[in-house]
């Protein structure tokens, strides 16, 4: 599986979007990129996955530029709720029977 | 509907004890996995059950750690002789089917284990 770099932290305010970028230089032909959220005391969540260009949820935003070395999360409006830690994954969708490698994650703090 | 339980949410050891974390995945999900997570990091790959078969066991940090799915629906992760460098928190996550074009997993709460 491919190695992700991530910020380690981001602070936010209410209202305003925030743009979580990872990269991860080494990514292979078949490599998707997955983003998870991880609240306190709670598992991860799944958010979205891409391959190229861009995705769109009803959570989150994912641009994947056409080198496809890094790609951005973007979290529009965000609230007090989306305080968590945001993690980048990247690997093939058959590798090792899906199971998930996490890096240390991007911790996003929202204030009033 | 239900998500993936795990019990007991809080779990105190002393070192020595043997350990029984319990998961209960979504009912009719063919994939499990377990996972460890250290204070302040993100989750590590410990094991995997397709039905009851445990296919990939290659994450499990010593022989101290055993998993078993033996119906292919409930899991429990046993840790013997607990030592204080297993104290983290174990995460079971399960999904519908076996590895496709989707890397969602579905995560229960987690067990907090504390040996101490």
């Known amino acids: 599986l491919a190695k992700t770099t991530q910020p380690i932290s981001m602070d936010s305010y209410e209202g305003q979007e925030v743009n979580i970028t990872c990269s991860h230089n080494n990514i292979a032909t078949n490599d998707y990129i997955t983003w998870y959220q991880q609240f306190p005391s709670q598992g991860p969540r799944f958010i979205i996955q891409?391959?190229?260009t861009k995705v769109t949820n009803e959570v989150a935003s994912l641009f994947i530029p056409a080198d496809r070395k890094s790609s951005t999360l973007s979290l529009p409006r965000v609230s007090l709720s989306d305080t968590a830690v945001y993690y980048c994954l990247v690997g093939p969708p058959t590798d090792s029977w899906g199971k998930l490698q996490f890096g240390a994650g991007t911790q996003v703090v929202v204030t009033p | 509907g239900a998500g993936v339980s795990q019990s007991p949410r809080y779990k105190v050891a002393k070192r020595g004890q043997d350990v029984a974390l319990r998961c209960d995945p979504i009912?009719?999900?063919?994939?499990l996995f377990w996972y460890q997570q250290a204070l302040g990091q993100g989750p590590e790959f410990l094991t995997y059950?397709?039905?009851?078969?445990?296919?990939?066991k290659s994450g499990l940090p010593s022989d101290r750690f055993f998993a078993e799915r033996p119906e292919g629906s409930v899991s429990t992760l046993k840790i013997q002789r607990t030592q204080q460098e297993d104290s983290a928190v174990y995460l079971c996550?399960?999904?519908?089917?076996?590895?496709?074009?989707?890397?969602?997993?579905?995560f229960g709460p987690g067990t907090r284990l504390t040996v101490t």
């Open positions: 059950f397709q039905n009851e078969a445990q296919l990939d």
């Open positions: 009912s009719g999900h063919v994939s």
């Open positions: 996550a399960s999904r519908p089917g076996p590895a496709g074009d989707s890397y969602e997993q579905y």
């Open positions: 891409g391959y190229k």
